[in-house]
């Protein structure tokens, strides 16, 4: 047996068909299918003991009858993924040691391999919260706001997030902002999480913090409380995740293409 099948977690996917910039996203097609289906499919893959669906409404279990994976109903009036995967951990009946990883319900791509590393980082370290990263490529992608980044510490913990290009290369920048500066780690964070079960509770439970606000990034909230949070570097690509109808353009083509 191999050490990622060895690997003890479980995944959750958040799945709320009140989306705002894709009203009824989970349920959407996606060569034919619910776009939900296609990211349980991913979890699956990952070879974790348990795959829940935290939904919010009765046609995203209806659509997921059969797939081998669990549905949690919780509220829907939950105002992150985080307070619907700590619901669902209830209605699961997790210990509070259980590593539950948080694949988004909007990643139909995500690699295998990139959930088991964030499970893997948990059962390794003794950081609260695990998640990933990848190497900035383009400098449009560096100045990009939607495009999050990060900086890490040399034991691979993160010491901050933020929309703006961290840390800024003041020199190269001062010279030319058309390119990538040629010496340093740029890294684009990916949205994928993974804890215990204990900890996951107790996330749900702060208040949104002060630099959460600023940036309206959810994972600052665990930094700016004093705990930790474990980067890797993604051992594959996370294809882009579909969030407005134009991504689910793409990644209908993306499909057609031969990829997914």
């Known amino acids: 047996m191999s050490a990622s099948e060895r690997l003890d977690f479980v ?8 989306a705002t910039r894709l009203p009824g996203k989970p349920l959407r097609l996606l060569a034919g299918e619910p776009l939900v289906l296609h990211v349980a499919r991913r979890a699956l893959k990952a070879g974790a003991r348990e795959v829940w669906v935290a939904a919010d409404d009765e046609r995203i279990a209806a659509a997921l009858e059969g797939a081998g994976v669990r549905v949690a109903m919780t509220s829907p009036d939950h105002a992150s993924g985080t307070d619907r995967l700590a619901e669902c951990a209830r209605i699961a009946g ?12 909007d990643e139909p791509f995500a690699p295998a391999s990139g959930i088991r590393a964030v499970a893997a980082l ?3 370290g003794e950081a609260e919260m695990a998640t990933l990263a990848a190497p900035v490529e383009d400098v449009e992608t560096l100045l990009d706001p939607n495009a999050v980044k990060l900086v890490r510490a040399d034991n691979g913990h993160a010491l901050y997030f933020s929309r703006a290009p961290i840390p800024w290369p003041r020199d190269a920048f001062a010279r030319d902002r058309s390119r990538m500066p040629a010496d340093g780690e740029w890294l684009r964070h990916i949205g994928i999480y993974g804890y215990r079960v204990g900890f996951l509770q ?3 439970a702060l208040p949104p913090g002060r630099l959460e606000r600023i940036e309206s990034l959810e994972q600052l909230r665990v930094l700016e409380a004093g705990h930790r949070i474990a980067v890797g570097i993604t051992p594959e690509p996370f294809p882009p995740g579909v969030d407005t109808p134009e991504d689910l353009a793409r990644a209908e083509a993306w499909i057609a293409a031969g990829h997914g």
Do not use: K
């Open 11 to 18: 995944v959750a996917i958040p799945a709320r068909h009140a």
């Open 122 to 124: 948990m059962h390794a």
């Open 94 to 105: 997790w210990s509070d040691d259980t590593v539950v990883v948080n694949l988004q319900g």
């Open 202 to 204: 107790r996330f749900a």
